[in-house]
């Protein structure tokens, strides 16, 4: 499949990972938009979150469980913030979930 982030999950597409298990890959993102600012995305393809199923409900908690532990690990315990945009308003460009992680820096609400 023509899928960057499967391509990374896969190990064909060099990326700086911070975790890997079974499941979930994690990974600094290329284009950081604060100190700190990684992706975890499932091994598995689910092309948007509303593609998701009624079986993926435990796979979104695992990437929603490691994305904080790493959020920690990072550093970020005075906060963070975990994004994740759907379809074409929504500012999604790579066609494979992924939950951004963004920390070290003050957050603003709302976003533009
Ligand atoms: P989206 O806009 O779909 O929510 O986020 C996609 C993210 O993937 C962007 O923040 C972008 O910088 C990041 N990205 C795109 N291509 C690559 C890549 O080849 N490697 C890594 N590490 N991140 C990427
Ligand atoms: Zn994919």
Known sequence: MDCLF???????IPARKL???DQVVAFHDIAP????HFLVIPKKHVR???DLTEDDKALVGHIAYTAQ???????CDEGFRVVMNCNEQGGQTVYHIHMH??????MHWPPG
């Open 6 to 12: 499967c391509k990374i999950a896969a190990g064909e």
């Open 19 to 21: 975790y890997e298990d």
């Open 33 to 36: 938009q604060a100190p700190v």
């Open 48 to 50: 948007t979150l509303t």
């Open 69 to 75: 532990r790493l959020a920690m690990a990072q550093g």
């Open 101 to 106: 992680v963004l920390g070290q820096r003050q």
